[in-house]
Nanobody, 121 residues
């Protein structure tokens, strides 16, 4: 069982930056691929970024490549999403997810509650 708690969301102007954090529980955290997803009102949840459990390989949605960076600190059971050059279309609820020994894009077994990111124009 893995529990995930996100933090770091907020309101930011376009062009600004935010860093999201996800704290995980569980003794086998380092065997979980971690991902970030987002869901805007009226839209489906979409994959944003993932980082592999085995070699820290990363994968990103095309819409965030070059602007977002996912990283992890397995010793601290933490995953981060650094978001730079934010755009209004990045506005969404961001959730982290964990997939046991999964590929960077999943599948994912556990989900956090999410943190709101709002980008003003």
């Amino acid at each position: 069982q893995v529990q995930l708690v996100e933090s770091g969301g907020g309101l930011v102007q376009a062009g600004g930056s935010l860093r999201l954090s996800c704290a995980g529980s569980g003794r086998t955290f380092r065997r979980y691929t971690m991902g970030w997803f987002r869901q805007a009102p009226g839209k489906e949840r979409e994959f944003v970024a993932g980082i592999s459990w085995s070699n820290d390989n990363t994968d990103y949605a095309d819409s965030v490549k070059g602007r977002f960076t996912i990283s992890r600190d397995s010793a601290q059971n933490m995953v981060y999403l650094q978001m730079n050059n934010l755009k209004p279309e990045d506005t969404a609820t961001y959730s982290c997810a964990a997939g046991f020994m999964a590929a960077p894009r999943g599948p994912f077994d556990y989900w956090g509650q999410g943190t709101q990111v709002t980008v003003s124009s």
